[in-house]
């Protein structure tokens, strides 16, 4: 069956913010989707919440509404509408979540709309545990023994059966949330609390533990045909118990023999023919027992995935696009294999190299969270790496990850060798327990001379991977004795990069510099070479240039072409809290950039998630990590004639010196001005000279200075660390106390660079600016104002494009002050400024925060609620073609109100408390766009998830420094008809207002307390704002409950005046929903 | 860390890889040829049909899950070498009872290790299929190209006669637990059973498997038979097997299949499925590099289905040679090549590709079932 032609208007459903468990690789499936759709000559109606995304650029799809993914909303747009179909599996567990709800709900039959790819049916027999249990039993599978519950009394009366330890999963939920494993009673009974809770359906499934069994992903393609193949086999380094996206994982599978993997390949079809998922991909996991081979089936996802992106990258196969095409009835021979170009999609692909992904964790973010790993996913990144064995692959993978580590060890990073090498009981402790920080015990323990078996017996590592490690240590022991660069043997030298070793390791073990390593190896011919990705193992010729390095004999990199110019893209690396999705899409934009302008783009990232590092996205393509010895690499081989630094976020900026260094030509705002505006002294001389305010501010290399500065500038202040990102370790001191404690908490996170102090200027309102320059002009692409105070990171707050509350004076002062930075750093690209605005003697005082001239995390934001492509018109400039040639005479004009909203892990990390501050938290973002501010925010609020209550009660604590306009906002929830609960404080200031309140014991006052109105379902909103932070003190304890509880919890005042409003405003008007398209019919058109 | 002892590998168009000796030392001539299944090194090197071939794996860790005493495709390896990225040096697999260097060394079969055999398979697939000579011995590089060049190669050679059995015997081992999802093992054969003979021109052990697990008597026949020695066995049933080599020079299999053509049913595979063509009075010719996987597409014309299935081959039947009796029934999806033909009047069939799989996907094995239908 080839196309169907009784389909015209096809609706995605994207994946939302990103969060811990659904990142970037749903913009990357979807983009895929909206293109191969839209190839074949179909409508796409896009709805998606995230504006960081690229799938939701209006050039993308037809149709595009960013608006909340809640059913009622999407049911808004399917009205608007009417598509013939829409396809769910390719938006993630919202994606199919909602498209679940829709039919449940009666939108899609009362509209028409056919589910395509999955039906309703298929979706929940994969989803639902009893049926897909149920299923696999069907077709001869095993699965581990197991049995849904609804209730504690039922738990405990299947446990009997199944024997501890004993798998809690609720049902579901998304990326395994709440999954975790309880090895004692006490634990179990908490563990299915808390999994009832966290069910939407209120189920659990309790599973015998499989617990150090291997484990496996196949990435299976059905089409509507019956035809069915595997695009790749994943093996997991950590065993099971980890949740897979937390795990080292490794493709292809390493250790099955032919027999053992085609029975695992043919109980993958089986499973996707009986699940019944009609067509496109789906991922199933396996479980092996090592000392048997006994198989179990883990779960399917009748869906493209985390894994799947992950297998996209790793072969070059293109499931979701793939997917796309099969969901509108071709057949998988009857597409083409893109790399090929001769051969079919109909095949499987088979690999030449060992691809290494390691997630990224970000526990220094939330200190009181668990760091143990468990079935549960608490990872926010990943890097993948590409090499001729795992053992190079491993190694580039760790330096990949970006976290300092330069290989497996002896980078000066680890502590062997060093006063706080760790002892061997506690070698033996870590290895025990799965964590961030095991990798590197297993090569301490190897240190130790622990052997592999023993190592195997504590952590169930497979030996084969372990021995692979241990040929690592046993090298850089072997390259440690030949005693310095100048002894080396070239052949030795050549096997030790085989290894994957980085010239930085060599340069530890050898004493010498990495820029010395390189120079010797590049004299003795020890050269990268870079191979192509191609789904074949050579077997066909390769069109798509998708690359690698290794060190081997034969280059595939194509020479430079005449008369075309070159231009490197560093990308951003594994996501984190901080840098993230926002500077994909600008790395993206920069390559659309430069293909419009007929000049090659080359990306280089190590983000398997992304769209940058989809083979079409840019001419040529890099999967390489982001150090300057592998980017070096690639200018040495590819000769660019420029490198783009300021998009890809933090990673590429921290190469720009060396980079620039080696003479490699960085284009658009020099090196020496980014590094100037990061100079406190420099900076502040440039402000002084165009007669701009900072707050008084000092910088500290030691404790001492950091006192004497510190009373210069007086209380409250700002401490942070420099030159990091996503404000880490920043902190707010309001006494001497605070002070000595984060300042001495900044110089460790600053490693032996400066802390900054500042003023922190109290009830101040931030304000942020995107603007380019050319050199000539500037456009200000976005003035933002935030909604809560300065204070909160601004990736964490939300903000208003335009700003609402700022008089003229202020926004047009806020203009000129941008332009004259901008012009006086002479900027080539982006900048980003931010400003508070403090009311002083009755008039606002304009101050300047930061500058960074660079992308920041605002563009995509700035883009879409202005509909001017930032990214792009700042890549061109830096280009060569100057604002003007590109038709930008002036900045562009919002025309609705736009509301971002941050989207944060807390339910992922049980009892962390959830108070905003200096220090970012937040996983990504969400906006809401309507005509006016109060429905702007409320959709922003929906879109993050949080449903602003219309009836109930409400808890109301403010804090004594910060009581401000709550009695007013009091007074407007009492007229809504809510009923308001305070503790004693908060309910005198509100009764002495007139304002009736509900007064309700503290926690250690006994009960009924706030927590039991929690659990009991009673309590529709927290409004706390905090007077201390942590998880031990009693509001601590009430935020994480709310969060627990799903109870919506507002910290800032700011943030309470505007939800207050926003539940006003819903009183009376209804959310609408508009498309991009519609808002801004210009956008994107070539000017 | 071992010394670790030099090998060559020389081509015919004069290029030399420079690797580390594995497995036995010594030096053979062979064809140069990749293979780009990822898992089944072991079932590979026991195929009889590499025989006269030096073979280099596409996947570049191999080795890891060692040898055991079960994934065999003949009781010995048969290529003349072996050539990987990277010889694993632990070995990680329950069943696993050896690694994959003591076995080399223990069949004396010549392996080369450490070279980019990337590069390898791209000189292979842009040049075409060549001569080579791998040494552990001879490290001159004119010396083993003038070697590479005056070896014989595949064309022309009845290599059939190198791999098959001697005698006739019965077949009585059944596929093995993994086969099957059940984990189910096929008993004994009842008395009533049909009975099959196979041809043996160097077949894989997992095609007898396949035959005893269809419920019938099987019997061995060494490729050189008659069609009077097969028809003496009273068969309800013959196949053709699968074998190394060029099928042009083996008249003798060609005459006994003439022979038996039209008086039992025929199902052959790969080289059997050439030598059907030949008998019938179709041409077969050399490709340019040959299909050596697990991943290879083919589609089954009577179907519409597509099935993954796993090759070797360097020789096919030319489409446009076929008399008119015999109809494709696949095709190759990525070169169109024939990969099945049936015959219009006589109950005979046959694929080029491997149903048995070992290594490789169990898409084509209802093949087999087609077989049994046809005995009756």
Redesign the interface.
């Known amino acids: 069956m080839p196309r169907r032609n009784d389909l015209k208007k096809i609706l995605l459903i994207g994946s939302g913010p990103i969060i811990i468990g659904q990142a970037c690789e749903f913009d990357y499936s979807g983009t895929q989707a909206c293109k191969a759709l839209r190839e074949e000559g179909y409508e796409v109606v896009l709805v998606n919440s995230n504006p960081a995304t690229i799938m939701t650029d209006p050039e993308m799809a037809d149709r595009t509404y960013i608006e909340p993914l809640t059913w009622e909303i999407v049911a808004k747009v399917i009205e608007r509408e009417r598509p013939d179909a829409i396809l769910p599996t390719l938006g993630g567990q919202t994606g199919l979540n909602l498209a679940m709800d829709l039919a449940r709900h009666g939108v899609l039959a009362k509209y028409h709309v056919e589910m395509i790819g999955a039906s309703a049916e298929a979706i929940d027999k994969a989803e639902a545990r009893d049926h897909f249990k149920a299923a696999m039993e069907k077709?001869?599978?095993e699965v581990p023994k197991g049995q849904t519950v609804q209730s504690l009394p039922e738990a405990r009366s299947v446990l009997q059966e199944i024997g501890l330890p004993c798998v809690v999963r609720p049902s579901f939920t998304l990326g395994g949330s709440g999954s975790s494993i309880a090895y004692n009673r006490d634990e179990f009974d908490d563990l299915v609390q808390h999994g009832l809770d966290l069910s939407p359906i209120h189920q659990v499934l309790l599973e015998e533990s499989v617990i150090g069994w291997k484990e496996y992903e196949m990435e299976v393609m059905r089409d509507a045909?019956?035809?069915v193949?595997i695009i790749c086999s994943i093996e997991n380094f950590d065993p099971m118990g980890v949740h897979t996206g937390d795990s080292i994982t490794v493709a292809?599978?390493?250790?099955?023999?032919?027999?053992?993997?085609?029975?695992m390949?043919?109980?993958s079809l089986?499973v996707i023919r009986e699940i019944g998922v009609d067509t496109g991909g789906s991922n199933i996991q396996f479980a092996i027992d090592?000392?048997?081979?006994r198989m179990t089936v883990i779960e399917m996802n009748p869906r493209v995935s985390r894994s799947s992106a992950l297998a996209s990258k790793a072969t070059g196969f293109p499931i979701a696009k793939i997917a796309a095409k099969l969901a509108v009835g071709y057949?998988?021979?009857e597409l083409a294999n893109d790399i090929t170009r001769?051969?079919?999609a109909?095949?499987?692909?088979?690999?030449?190299?060992?691809v290494v992904k390691i997630p990224r964790f970000a526990f220094e973010k939330f200190p009181e969270a668990d760091p143990k790993l468990t079935t549960q996913m608490k990872s926010v990144g990943e890097t993948m790496a590409i090499g001729?064995?795992?053992k190079e692959a491993f190694q580039k993978a760790l330096r990949g990850l970006e976290v300092g580590s330069f290989g497996f060890g002896c980078d000066g990073k680890d502590l062997w060798g060093t006063s706080e090498q760790p002892g061997i009981d506690e070698v033996r402790s870590k290895l025990a327990v799965p964590g961030d920080q095991r990798v590197w015990y297993l090569r301490y323990a190897m240190k130790y001379g622990m052997s592999?078996d023993e190592i195997y017996e504590i952590t169930g590592i497979?030996?084969?991977f372990l021995?692979?490690l241990l040929?690592i240590v046993?090298m850089e022991d072997?390259l440690r004795q030949i005693g310095g660069l100048h002894n080396v043997e070239d052949a030795t030298l050549r096997r030790a990069k085989q290894f994957g070793f980085s010239d930085r390791q060599l340069a530890v073990l050898w004493n010498t510099t990495e820029i010395d390593v390189r120079r010797h190896r590049k004299a003795h011919g020890v050269i990268a070479t870079f191979?192509s990705v191609d789904t074949?193992?050579?077997?066909?010729?390769a069109y798509t240039p998708y690359y690698y390095s290794t060190y081997?004999?034969?280059d595939e990199t194509p020479p430079k072409r005449p008369g075309k110019r070159r231009i490197v893209i560093l990308g951003g690396g594994p996501n984190r809290i901080g840098q993230g999705i926002e500077f994909d899409y600008c790395c993206c934009h920069a390559s659309f950039a430069l293909r419009e302008l007929g000049i090659e783009s080359i990306m280089v990232n190590s983000n398997p998630e992304t769209v940058s590092t989809d083979y079409d996205t840019s001419d040529l393509l890099f999967f390489e990590p982001l150090t300057t010895e592998d980017v070096l690499n690639i200018c040495d081989r590819v000769q660019p004639d420029g490198v783009i630094v300021q998009f890809g976020g933090q990673t590429p900026l921290n190469l720009a010196r060396a980079l620039s260094n080696a003479g490699v030509p960085i284009i658009g705002t020099s090196v020496d001005t980014i590094e100037d505006a990061e100079d406190r002294e420099k900076f502040a001389n440039f402000l002084r000279k165009l007669d701009l305010k900072q707050p008084a501010n000092g910088i500290a290399r030691t404790m001492a200075q950091a006192r004497s500065e510190m009373n210069k500038i007086g209380f409250p202040v700002l401490v942070r660390p420099s030159f990091v990102l996503g404000g880490r370790a920043m902190e707010i001191c309001y006494d001497a106390a605070q002070f000595e404690r984060f300042v001495a908490a900044a110089f460790i996170v600053a490693q032996g660079q400066p802390v900054l102090i500042d003023r922190f200027l109290e009830d101040a309102i931030e304000v942020d600016v995107d603007a380019i320059g050319d050199g000539e002009r500037v456009i200000v692409g976005g003035i933002m104002e935030h909604i809560e105070e300065a204070g909160v990171h601004s990736g964490d707050s939300a903000c208003v494009l335009p700003p609402h509350s700022l008089p003229r004076a202020v926004i047009d002062e806020i203009h000129d002050s941008t332009c004259k930075m901008a012009a006086l750093l002479n900027v080539r690209g982006l900048m980003n400024v931010q400003y508070a605005v403090k009311r002083e003697d009755g008039r606002p005082v304009v101050y300047v925060l930061e500058v960074n001239p660079r992308a920041s995390r605002t563009v995509p934001f700035v883009s879409k609620a202005t509909g001017m492509p930032l990214a792009k018109a700042a890549a061109k400039v830096m280009a060569g073609v100057s604002l003007a040639e590109q038709g930008y005479a002036s900045d562009p004009v919002p025309r609705s109100c736009s509301v971002k909203e941050a989207v944060f892990p807390f339910r992922k990390f049980v009892g962390v408390d959830v108070v905003l501050g200096p220090e970012m938290k937040s996983t990504g973002e969400v906006m809401g766009v309507s005509d006016n501010m109060p429905i702007a925010f409320a959709k922003s609020q929906l879109a993050a998830g949080t449903v602003l209550p219309s009836q109930g009660k409400i808890f109301i604590s403010v804090a004594d420094r910060a009581k401000g306009n709550i009695a007013e906002l009091a007074k407007m929830l009492e007229e809504m008809g809510f009923t308001l609960i305070a503790t004693k404080g908060t309910a005198l200031t509100l009764e002495a207002a007139g304002v009736k309140v509900q007064s309700i014991k503290k926690l250690q006052e006994g009960h009924p307390n706030l927590l039991d109105l929690m659990i009991d379902g009673d309590l529709q909103l927290v409004i706390n704002t905090p007077r201390g932070k942590g998880a031990r003190t009693d509001e601590g304890r009430i935020r994480a409950a709310a969060v627990l509880h799903g109870i919506p919890c507002i910290t800032t005042l700011q943030g309470a005046d505007a939800a207050v409003h926003a539940m006003l405003a819903l009183k009376s008007e209804e959310m609408t929903v508009e498309a991009v398209q519609d808002r801004f019919p210009e956008y994107g058109r070539k000017k | 860390?071992q010394m670790l002892k030099t090998a060559k590998l020389a081509l015919e168009d004069g290029t030399i890889y420079t690797g580390n000796s594995f497995g036995a030392e010594g030096e053979v001539d062979g064809e140069v040829c990749?293979n780009?299944?990822?898992?089944?090194y072991?079932?590979i090197l026991t195929d009889p049909s590499y025989r006269g071939q030096i073979v280099t794996m596409?996947?570049?860790?191999i080795g890891?899950?060692g040898i055991?005493a079960?994934?065999v495709e003949s009781h010995k390896p048969h290529l003349a070498g072996f050539i990987v990225?990277?010889n694993?040096?632990?070995?990680?697999?329950?069943?696993a009872d050896g690694d994959l260097c003591e076995y080399l060394s223990r069949y004396h079969i010549v392996g080369l290790a450490g070279?980019?055999?990337?590069?390898l398979?791209?000189r292979i697939?842009t040049q075409g299929a060549m001569k080579g000579v791998l040494s552990s011995l001879d490290l001159d590089d004119s010396s083993l190209v003038a070697k590479a060049q005056a070896s014989p190669g595949l064309v022309g050679r009845d290599l059939v006669r190198e791999v098959m059995p001697e005698n006739a015997t019965g077949w009585t081992e059944p596929l093995?637990r993994?086969?099957?999802?059940?984990n189910e093992v096929a008993k004994n054969v009842p008395a009533n059973a049909p009975h099959i003979v196979a041809l043996d021109y160097g077949m894989k052990w997992n095609i007898a498997r396949h035959l005893f697990d269809l419920g019938g008597r099987v019997t061995v026949l060494p490729g050189m038979a008659t069609a009077e020695d097969v028809l003496a066995q009273k068969p309800d049933g013959v196949f053709l097997s699968n074998g190394p080599g060029d099928p042009e020079p083996l008249g003798y299999a060609i005459e006994t299949i003439r022979g038996l053509l039209g008086k039992k049913p025929i199902f052959g595979i790969c080289l059997g499925h050439q030598l059907l063509g030949l008998a019938c009075g179709a041409k077969t010719y050399k490709l340019k590099f040959g299909h050596r996987?697990?991943?290879?597409?083919v589609?089954n014309q009577l179907t519409?289905?597509?099935e993954?299935t796993t090759q070797n081959h360097g020789f096919a039947v030319d489409p446009e040679s076929l008399p008119k009796e015999l109809e494709i029934t696949h095709f190759n999806?990525?070169?169109n090549t024939v990969e099945g033909m049936r015959h219009a009047k006589a109950p005979a069939f046959s694929v080029q590709y491997h149903p048995e799989?070992?290594?490789?996907?169990?898409d084509s094995d209802y093949l087999f079932g087609q077989f049994r239908e046809m005995i009756g």
């Open positions: 077709i001869g599978l045909d019956d035809n193949v292809p599978a390493q250790t099955l023999t032919d027999k053992e993997y085609q029975r390949r043919d109980a089986a090592p000392k048997n081979g057949r998988l021979h001769e051969t079919k109909c095949f499987e692909p088979t690999i030449d190299y060992v001729r064995t795992f592999i497979d030996p084969w021995d692979n040929e046993e072997e191979k074949c193992a050579a077997e066909f010729e081997e004999e034969e | 860390m990749f780009t299944s990822m898992t089944g072991q079932e596409t996947y570049t860790q890891n899950y055991n079960e994934d990225r990277e694993s040096r632990r070995v990680s697999n329950f069943r070279i980019d055999t990337r590069a398979v791209r697939r093995s993994w086969a099957r999802l059940s996987g697990a991943n290879q597409p589609m519409g289905k597509v993954i999806l990525n070169d799989a070992s290594a490789g996907p169990h």
